[in-house]
């Protein structure tokens, strides 16, 4: 049965303006699963309009104490729900639901941890060459954010904006993806049942990029954060930039696992499945190349081909399948096109290659590509999906120009057993995020972003909460003394 899910907007559950809905797929079953709301830009208006009125009501009066209680309460509220909105994920993704689980049992420790730096958002005092002025700073929210978010890893992505927003004063109107809408309109029940004020959570959801375009540019919003592919993102902040907004863009990758001749190979090579096929590689910072020392290419390449080719594929919801299908139709298509055209640059397929046969659908077989030319396009380009290109390197300074010879920077990682060689080559990768003999682990404490196109900004660690606010000083005369109208200071 399908089931209906609502937007929300200054606290009511609301279908669009002209009625108008959306048919969510489940791409495990191909079958229609929900129905959401196809907001009209009356919509937009309504929920930027929300936005602005809680503002200005009773939250633009709360203290960093009150909002700390209410974002635990928050917390509080997700660890009670986190089986039936991992369920929502996983029946919008194809997303396993051992991983979505976690990630929805993870989720409460980011609003913990920003309830943590709500209470302790402090100015300073600032001495000024005039002792006829005390001056001190205050943090003030920047205001309604605009939070957009991307298919994968909904709640998660979103988590990572609307934390820190909700932790600086903001209030925030979402619109998660046409691809995986549901889990984000069930989510805003849990703001009510914390106590939040009706307005500082809104959500609208549309079946076009235009529902976000709209959003983004805005002139109601004073901020923008988003995730999701590299082009949208452009867009994104040239409409942000329209109104003069700041923007935080979180974007694709092409992220370098670079493994040394004398790492441990049996643990690089379950990094590397970690890194490119957990999600069935739909993760920005999926470790989608493979850079290993010539010395132990073959060894490695047997090790990833033999896990690869035992990864077991199947219905998401079951918890020993091991990847699931790729998350839409479009993604799917695309990640065939860029498979073909690595076949026709010359590719050599170490395994998969191809969807699978016998399950169907989106699935997609865990694929290894060696041999690849040095400017093939499959070293350039994103695929999001489950393939690993694997090059060689001869030493040290060649790994680290292949590591960051793309115009991405999100992520990457050393395996080595050199402690001083881990570190070094750390420090040189132009990534966000770098693991030294480890893959794919983040934390609410420790930022992440991207380099050059993949993003600007950061999200989590204490500083996240920086980009939600702004800072007045206050400029308070001492002496009472007249003062020349005609001087400056
Ligand atoms: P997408 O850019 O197509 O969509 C992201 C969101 O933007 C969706 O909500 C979409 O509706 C909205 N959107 C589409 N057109 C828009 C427009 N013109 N203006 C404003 N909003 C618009 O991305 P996707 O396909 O959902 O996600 C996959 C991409 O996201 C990949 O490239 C991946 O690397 C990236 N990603 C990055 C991170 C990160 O943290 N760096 C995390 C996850 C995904």
Redesign the pocket.
């Known amino acids: 049965m399908t089931e209906r899910f609502e937007m929300l907007i200054g606290g009511a559950r609301r279908g669009a303006a002209n009625g108008t809905t959306f048919s969510c797929e489940n791409p495990y079953t191909g079958r229609t699963w929900a129905e959401v709301p196809d907001a009209t830009p009356a919509d937009v208006d309504a929920a930027v309009t929300a936005a602005r009125a809680a503002l200005d009501g009773p939250w633009g009066q709360t203290t960093g104490f009150d909002r700390a209680r209410l974002l635990r309460n928050l917390a509080a509220q997700i660890a009670r729900d986190t089986q039936r909105l991992a369920a929502f994920e996983v029946n919008d993704s194809g997303k396993l639901h051992r991983e979505m689980l976690g990630q929805m049992t993870g989720l409460a420790s980011w609003y913990d941890y920003f309830a943590g730096i709500a209470d302790k958002l402090e100015g300073r005092q600032i001495p000024t060459p005039n002792p006829n002025f005390l001056v001190y700073t205050r943090r003030m929210p920047v205001g309604v954010v605009a939070a957009?978010?991307?298919?994968?890893?909904p709640l998660l992505?979103l988590t990572?904006k609307l934390a820190p927003a909700l932790a600086a004063g903001c209030t925030v109107v979402i619109?998660?993806?046409?691809?995986a809408p549901v889990s984000t309109l069930a989510f805003g029940k849990l703001f009510e049942d914390a106590g939040f004020p009706p307005g500082v959570v809104n959500i609208v959801t549309?079946s076009?990029?235009?529902?976000?375009?709209a959003?983004?540019g805005h002139p109601g919003v004073d901020k923008v954060a988003?995730?999701?592919?590299?082009?949208?993102?452009r867009?994104?902040a040239r409409?942000a930039a329209e109104n003069l907004n700041a923007s935080t863009l979180?974007?694709?990758?092409k992220s370098a696992q670079i493994v040394f001749d004398d790492a441990d190979l049996d643990a690089a090579a379950n990094g590397v499945i970690a890194g490119i096929f957990a999600a069935a590689g739909?993760?920005?910072?999926a470790g989608s190349r493979l850079l290993v020392h010539t010395k132990v290419h073959d060894q490695l390449v047997d090790l990833v081909v033999k896990r690869a080719t035992t990864i077991r594929l199947g219905d998401p919801h079951d918890p020993t399948t091991e990847m699931g299908p790729i998350a839409n139709g479009p993604?799917f298509t695309k990640v065939m096109k860029l498979l073909d055209q690595a076949l026709t640059e010359g590719a050599t397929i170490a395994c998969g290659g191809r969807p699978d046969e016998e399950l169907g659908g989106y699935f997609i077989r865990p694929t290894v590509l060696t041999g690849l030319v040095p400017d093939a396009t499959i070293l350039r380009d994103?695929v999001?999906g489950p393939v690993l290109a694997v090059s060689t390197f001869t030493d040290e300074d060649d790994a680290v120009t292949q590591a960051n010879g793309t115009p991405y920077g999100?992520a990457g990682s050393v395996w080595t057993r050199d402690v001083h060689r881990a570190h070094r080559v750390a420090g040189r990768l132009r990534a966000g995020s770098v693991w030294i003999n480890a893959y794919r682990a983040v934390a609410p404490s420790v930022p992440?972003?991207?380099y050059g196109l993949?993003?600007i900004g950061r999200?989590n660690g204490v500083e996240a909460v920086d980009a939600y606010l702004e800072t007045t000083s206050v400029w308070v005369e001492l002496s009472g003394a007249t003062r020349d109208p005609f001087v400056l200071g």
């Open positions: 957009i978010t991307p298919w994968n890893s992505l990572w619109k998660p993806s046409e691809h549309g076009t990029g235009a529902t976000g375009a959003l983004a988003f995730t999701g592919a590299t082009e949208t993102g867009g994104v409409a979180e974007l694709g990758g739909q993760t920005c910072m993604q994103e999001f999100l992440f972003g991207g993949s993003g999200e």
